[in-house]
């Protein structure tokens, strides 16, 4: 889904090109400068300008929360095409297809919950951009990086959660879960282990991960 698509980007080209109309107008009529002048030319240099970049700066937020955007760097194109497997059974790909997820399943499972979520997942995810640019991950062979890079903190089960809560009779009745119980509130063991419900990635573990 395009930017313009979005509201954010209707609303970004609205803004920009109401901005343009207006001060094309002046330049071609060139009215008098009256109190009218005035506030058309407030509108068209600050406040519709001023619209187009708050909208445009929400329209690429959002699409930096579509899974084509996470997969659009190189070293991110297997996790990408494992996502969109209809065939693989790695606990990506089958969150990735479930339907609620929609287009933003990356965003869904790695975003970091609570009130400052994400914004603080936002500014987490310019490291990446740091990474790519500037840490040689854009030259790096995606063998080498598979072998390489690691997640920079373990995976939090609160993520998890956001979905599978942990209070359905299908989570509290199973004797796997009953006995890891502390362990997994204090994220000592993961979910999303070899132990457990599998890894999310299998192709990027070393063998004494799995």
């Known amino acids: ?3 313009a698509a979005t509201p954010f ?3 970004a080209l609205a803004a920009a090109a ?4 207006l001060l094309l107008h002046h330049l071609i009529v060139r009215p008098k400068l009256g109190p009218g002048t005035r506030l058309k030319l407030l509108l068209g240099l600050a406040v519709f300008p001023f619209v187009a970049a708050v909208a445009t700066t929400g329209s690429g937020m959002q699409r930096t929360t579509e899974r084509e955007f996470c997969g659009s760097c190189h070293v991110m194109e297997t996790h990408l095409s494992d996502l969109e497997d209809p065939n693989s059974l790695s606990l990506a790909s089958r969150h990735g297809r479930n339907q609620q997820m ?3 399943a990356c965003y869904t499972c790695h975003a970091d919950y609570g009130m400052l979520g994400y914004p603080l997942t936002k500014l987490t995810g310019m490291m990446h951009v ?3 640019y500037l840490g040689g991950y854009r030259k790096m ?3 080498e990086f598979h072998k390489e890079v690691r997640v920079a903190k373990p ?3 609160t993520n998890c959660q956001q979905c599978h809560s942990g209070t359905l009779s299908s989570f509290a009745n199973v004797r796997d879960h009953l006995g890891v119980l502390e362990e997994l509130k204090a994220n000592k063991v993961s979910c999303a282990s070899a132990g457990c419900h599998g ?3 299998r192709f990027s573990k070393r063998p004494e991960e799995l």
Do not use: R
Request: hydrophobic share 40%; net charge negative; charged share 5%.
């Open 1 to 3: 889904m395009g930017s």
């Open 9 to 11: 980007g209707a609303l």
């Open 18 to 21: 109401a901005a343009a109309v």
């Open 102 to 104: 929609g287009p933003h």
């Open 130 to 132: 740091y990474n790519y």
């Open 141 to 143: 062979p995606l063998e």
């Open 155 to 157: 995976y939090p089960n």
């Open 199 to 201: 890894v999310a990635h």
